[in-house]
């Protein structure tokens, strides 16, 4: 078995079996997962597999970087060889519980000895009597020590110097339920210590210790985590009263801290106390009185009185908080000196950034008068950095800007003039790559993060689509805010209490601020880029979704009111008309073909892809139509996209009402034709373009959505349907549903569908049983078949020997969902585990439930790979034969084809284009359907897996041909 690329975890482990089995390939497995991830295990385990491959440059390179960034329960023994292999005079490790080891190679323990400093103070090493090693154990302190340095000679030992800086590091979240404190916390290159985390109250008094000490199970992003669960009851905390800061043992406070475990407490004793002073009882004493308290739990959506503020510009700061991520930081101080205004001013505050690197950088900026530096000593997360950079000067505005963002020329104006456009409007934000409800071009999906030059050309654009536009917001998004300073004098400050190291903490801003009377507005004429989540780590998600909760439990309703500006969208308008001024930069003159196909991607959206890769090559422009369910609910919409990568989501025009408007926009196109590749999910006035455009269309068939209102020819017993007459099809979907995402008869589709096709000026089929069936049905069309692939081209065939336990591997390919034989493939698994067969089932790629097909010990399983992975996974599962057990008649199978370049002769069942391939090209074994799984696994143990062009057998309809 191999992993698919992207599931770390399979791959690791993989790694491992393989290492322990002497496979050369274990080195690849554990370079990849080292690449992206950096785990011990698979640093050891790449160096030793170079070492067994006599690479020791490789070795040494591998075990220093394992030696350097991770705690060592125990060192390899591998250790010294590799360290002899490269002449080096010795190691050093340091363990999890702060012991360092030095090991010097024979012949080097001479005076004088290795020299060990920490963060430059010596170290006592003490020597064994052999004296080839020496250990040291550091002082309590040295969790926030940054590096410990081994020397013999003047020269450095493997290993040295240790980051001592990233092995303490501590990765966690921390929130409070009903009084208590909880969460999880670990150390990702030092997994085997306990984090202990200090409770520390603000007040500066004693606080108290906790040990996470039992494993649990969080999301999380990195392979092999072993977060710990911590908890500490109320009562061992009704002592304090405030926000509790929770800090790991190198200072650092978890992600989530501060947080204020008697917040909602003591919030609900003052609230009863205030009413109780607004309505006292008879003969208890009163206060002064407090006017209008009848809602304490002010609904989020409320305005107040419109604000006012003066019309004069103020000069401004840029407050800009950094902690690490120090490319990402100077790219964005470089892209704000490259074009800042004599009124403005750059304010820096360092969060105490862990990488000394930072801070270095920053001081050299700032000696250099280019921005204003202010470095905090400890760690207090964003809402606290921000309220530092925007309290330096009590009469500028100012712009909270993060570290990871690049700005074009001239955004600071434009942001002022927006903000000063009316005297109540208090915060201005434009747009953005990632900024939620002001990301551009999609709202809903990631969007590429562009580079300076892709920013500027971005925000020309919006510039020119959207100049002088405003659009209420419910709330500013924080990576890029200009907030006016009246608004701000009378809001206050971001509360930093509350929302730990931030998200949340600008929407909170934002509604204290609706309710004083302050406007909140997008910028659509200026766009910013924005990298974005890069402060949090693993624990991002848990911070996300514990601040959102505190939001909505300060302004109830918080939730509804995003959601009904995301559903009533009043930046879709000016998202089309950046998207159409795009649309513009891509016009070449050259005239276009458009592609009609659906959204669900597999092999029709590989044929589209290389369809507009060779209109390209034509000198033509691939313009590709998508479906997608209109904003209103009761239609759909058409998608343009500049070829198959799109990236102009919202060029989207509903069907039939605004089809002048989009031809109006293709005609300018030039389009010679269209190609209609699947009509799934549109609606049908598509074929109305044509006529406006006056344009042919031609019909290409990738499955049988023509004439199958489920598409696959699949029918209620999940197995191919015979193709009834029509009652049959009636009772077939009356029974089952259909998969078209419409509720259209039979009758009623292949009517349809025979005008359709009638006007098609050719229709275009892979295969020539795909001919036979459309002839079948619609005998007024004659198809032409066109073959996607050229299978005469492909490699002969090389199996991998039976290995040598008589396992036959039988290597399965692609998205195994029922049409494609998922229930099949289970059968044989279970059959295969039942009689105890030498047969294992490997799977390159899903299925619609791998668990159960896992429970049967006989199928491992690579997880989802990239197209262009999939030939070498499966030619890296060794398998002797691949099996494509589709229950349906495919009309093409690129699957098919991976499994014969990676040198396979496939088994498959004799229906549908598959079938006519094999049998063409004489390069596997058919079978009939509805084998039984017993009958399937026995012919699977009995093929030989011979070389096609030396006359291998081919079983046809179940009996054998020569």
């Known amino acids: ?132 090693r020496h250990s040291a154990r550091l002082p309590d302190h040295w969790r926030r020590a940054r590096a410990i340095r081994v020397q013999l000679d003047g020269s450095d030992l493997l290993g040295s110097p240790v980051d001592v800086s990233r092995i303490a590091r501590v990765e966690g979240f921390v929130d409070s339920h009903d009084g208590d404190l909880h969460g999880w916390a670990w150390c990702p290159n030092n997994p085997d210590d306990p984090p202990v985390l200090s409770i520390l109250p603000g007040d500066g008094s004693a606080g108290l210790t906790v040990t996470a000490s039992d494993y649990t199970t969080v999301a999380t992003t990195s392979p092999l985590a072993r977060p710990r669960a911590f908890r500490v009851p109320p009562e061992a905390l009704r002592r304090f009263a405030g926000p509790l800061r929770v800090c790991a043992a190198n200072g650092r406070a978890l992600t989530g801290s501060p947080v204020d475990p008697s917040a909602e407490r003591r919030s609900a004793e003052a609230a009863s106390r205030i009413i109780a002073e607004r309505f006292p009882a008879p003969g208890t004493r009163t206060g002064p009185a407090i006017p209008d308290l009848e809602n304490l739990g002010v609904p989020a959506h409320i305005t107040g009185t419109p604000a006012t503020s003066g019309y004069r510009k103020r000069p401004v700061d840029v407050v800009v908080p950094v902690y690490g991520e120090l490319e990402l930081t100077l790219a964005c101080l470089d892209s704000l000196l490259k074009d800042l205004p004599s009124w403005a001013q750059i304010l820096v505050v360092d969060d105490a950034s862990p990488d000394p690197r930072v801070a270095a950088e920053l001081g050299k900026l700032a000696a250099a008068k280019r921005i204003k530096l202010f470095t905090r000593p400890v760690n207090r997360g964003f809402p606290g950095t921000a309220n530092f950079g925007m309290s330096q000067s009590p009469a500028r505005d100012v712009v ?345 008869r039979p009758r009623d589709l292949r009517e349809r569908s025979a005008r359709e096709l009638a006007g098609a000026a050719a229709v275009i089929v892979p295969s020539d049983d795909v001919a036979i069936r459309i002839r079948r049905h619609f005998p007024a069309i004659e198809p032409q078949v066109r073959y996607w692939e050229d299978d005469s081209a492909v490699p002969p065939a090389e199996p991998s020997p039976v290995a040598e336990d008589g396992v036959r591997r039988v290597c399965v390919v692609g998205a195994i969902g029922i049409e494609k034989g998922y229930e099949v493939l289970l059968a044989c698994a279970r059959d295969a585990a039942n009689r105890g067969l030498r047969l294992r089932f490997h799977l390159v790629g899903h299925s619609c439930d791998d668990d159960r097909l896992l429970a049967t010990g006989t199928v491992r399983i690579t997880g989802r790979y990239e197209e262009h992975a999939a030939v070498d996974l499966i030619r890296r599962q060794q398998a002797q034969l691949a099996w494509l057990p589709a229950v349906w008649p495919e009309t093409w199978s690129y699957t098919l084809t991976q499994a014969w370049q990676a040198g396979l002769n496939v088994l498959a069942f004799d229906i549908g284009a598959v079938a006519e391939r094999i049998r063409r090209a004489e390069r596997g074994w058919l079978c009939p359907l509805g084998l039984s799984p017993q009958a399937l696994n026995d012919r699977m143990l009995g093929v030989r897996p011979l070389v096609a062009d030396r006359e291998a057998p081919l079983f046809v309809g179940g009996r054998r041909q020569g």
């Open 400 to 744: 909270l800007l993060n570290s990871d963002t690049l700005v074009p020329p001239g955004w600071l104006a434009s942001l002022r003039d927006a903000a000063y456009a009316a005297p109540d409007i208090g915060t201005a934000t434009p747009f953005s790559n990632n900024a939620t409800i002001l990301s551009y071009p999609s709202t809903e999906h990631p969007n590429a993060i562009p580079d300076l030059d892709d920013t500027v050309h971005l925000d020309a654009l919006a510039q020119r689509a959207n100049f002088g536009c405003l659009v209420d917001i419910p709330t500013a998004v924080g990576f890029c805010t200009y907030i006016k300073r009246d608004c701000l004098n009378a809001t206050g400050l971001l509360r930093d209490d509350v929302f730990g190291q931030g998200y949340g903490e600008e929407n909170d801003f934002c509604i204290r601020a609706r309710h004083l009377g302050w406007r909140h507005v997008a910028v659509p004429g200026v766009f910013v880029a924005h990298v974005g989540g890069q402060s949090f780590g693993s624990a991002k998600q848990h911070l996300i979704t514990r601040n959102l909760r505190k939001l909505n439990q300060l302004h109830p309703g918080y939730d509804a009111l995003v959601a009904d500006f995301i559903k009533a969208d009043p930046m879709a308008e000016p998202r089309r008309r950046l998207d159409l001024a795009r649309w513009e930069t891509f016009r070449t003159g050259a005239p276009s073909v458009l592609l009609v196909t659906h959204g669900r991607g597999g092999g029709v959206q590989r044929h589209v892809a290389e369809r507009a890769a060779a209109l390209r090559a034509e000198g033509k422009r691939p313009i590709v139509l998508w479906p997608v369910a209109s904003r209103q609910g009761d239609g759909r919409d058409c998608v343009l996209g500049n070829g198959p990568e799109g990236g102009t989501p919202n060029l989207r025009f509903a069907v039939p009402g605004e089809l002048d408007a989009l031809a109006a926009i293709l005609a300018v196109d030039k389009p010679l034709r269209a190609e209609v590749h699947s009509m799934i999910g549109h609606d049908h006035g598509v074929f109305d373009l044509f006529r406006r455009l006056t344009i042919p269309y031609s019909i290409v068939v990738h499955d049988y959505a023509w004439l199958c209102p489920r598409i696959n020819l699949v029918g209620v017993d999940r197995h191919y349907c015979g193709e009834p007459d029509l009652p049959g099809c009636d009772g077939c979907v009356a029974d089952a549903g259909t998969m078209n995402d419409e509720d259209t």
């Open 1 to 132: 078995m191999d992993a698919a690329p992207g599931d770390a975890n399979a791959a690791l482990a993989l790694a491992t079996l393989k290492l322990q089995e002497n496979d050369p390939d274990a080195g690849r497995l554990f370079a990849s997962v080292s690449a992206a991830h950096d785990v011990r295990e698979a640093w050891i385990g790449l160096a030793i597999a170079h070492h067994w491959q006599a690479d020791s440059q490789s070795a040494g390179q591998a075990l220093a970087h394992a030696l350097s960034r991770h705690a060592m329960t125990a060192v390899p023994r591998v250790t010294d060889s590799i360290v002899r292999s490269l002449e080096a005079p010795g190691w050093c490790a340091l363990n999890p519980t702060g012991v360092l080891t030095v090991r010097l190679m024979m012949g080097r323990h001479r005076r004088p000895g290795p020299i060990a400093t920490l963060d430059g103070e010596p170290l006592a090493l003490r020597a064994e009597r052999d004296g080839e």
